[in-house]
């Protein structure tokens, strides 16, 4: 996971989205003035054991941009950690700063664009061309059952390269088993724009972490077939 987390770091593929995570830093709110941003791309974090990969869109800003750590000192961090804790599957209910001591219990966060793009509104050549990333940290997560996607671009960009066919629709609690056997679970992304509306409450958010953890310890062979017959 180590030459795996070095390869993200260290990338610069898309030059729009280096030109704009170098910029957030000098266009930032007042409320950060004299803070030292990350501004490179946000490689995931988590427990290497982990069963569940929560998987975002793409680095925000202001969050994982700034803190360098995914999920971390945003308002959709504090709804997703709050209900992890909730849920046993974190230490704390806060995850504000890369060094605030935050452990996942069997969670693993990453996201589909490791960069923060201008309106959190990626271009399909730039998810395309960090997709590979997030394979990779799939790939190192040996113990890992579900992939909990939040919101519908994740949903869509992880079904198709895990090669869902046809490709299934996007609900808050859909699932879909890949040809590989894990399963996908869609959620509303936790962002402030669905909380502050009641799109998404802390109880559905609580239902979906719920099932997550269910399905993360099922054996293979019940959740395959659980899944495959709804
Ligand atoms: S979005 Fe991904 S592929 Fe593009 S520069 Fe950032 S880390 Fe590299």
């Given at each position: 996971m180590l030459e795996v987390r070095n390869r993200i770091?260290?990338?610069?593929?898309?030059?729009?989205?280096?030109?704009?995570r170098e910029a957030c830093a000098e266009q930032r709110p007042a409320r950060f003035a004299g803070e030292e941003y990350w501004s490179r791309p946000v490689p995931g974090f988590g427990d290497?054991?982990?069963?569940?990969?929560?998987?975002?869109?793409?680095?925000?800003?202001?969050?994982?941009?700034?803190?360098?750590?995914?999920?971390?000192?945003?308002?959709?961090?504090s709804w997703l950690v709050a209900a992890l804790h909730r849920a046993g599957l974190a230490d704390q209910p806060v995850s504000e700063r890369?060094?605030?001591?935050?452990?996942?219990?069997?969670?693993?966060f990453g996201s589909v664009v490791r960069c923060a793009p201008p309106g959190n509104r990626p271009t399909a050549a730039e998810r395309d061309a960090c997709l590979p990333f997030l394979a990779a940290e799939v790939d190192a997560l040996p113990a890992l059952r579900v992939v909990l996607c939040l919101g519908a671009f994740a949903w869509r960009a992880v079904a198709r390269w895990a090669g869902a066919r046809p490709l299934p629709r996007f609900a808050h609690g859909a699932e879909q088993v890949t040809p590989a056997g894990l399963v996908l679970l869609g959620s509303y992304h936790p962002s402030r724009q669905n909380t502050n509306t009641g799109v998404l409450t802390?109880?559905?958010?609580?239902?979906?972490?719920?099932?997550?953890?269910?399905?993360?310890?099922?054996?293979?062979?019940?959740?395959?077939?659980?899944?495959?017959?709804?």
């Open positions: 770091v260290a990338c610069r593929a898309c030059p729009r989205l280096v030109w704009w290497p054991d982990a069963r569940i990969y929560v998987a975002g869109l793409a680095t925000a800003a202001h969050g994982g941009n700034r803190t360098g750590r995914a999920f971390t000192g945003n308002s959709t961090a890369r060094d605030d001591g935050l452990r996942l219990a069997g969670v693993w802390a109880a559905m958010l609580d239902a979906v972490v719920h099932r997550a953890k269910e399905l993360a310890a099922a054996p293979a062979s019940t959740v395959t077939r659980s899944c495959a017959e709804s």
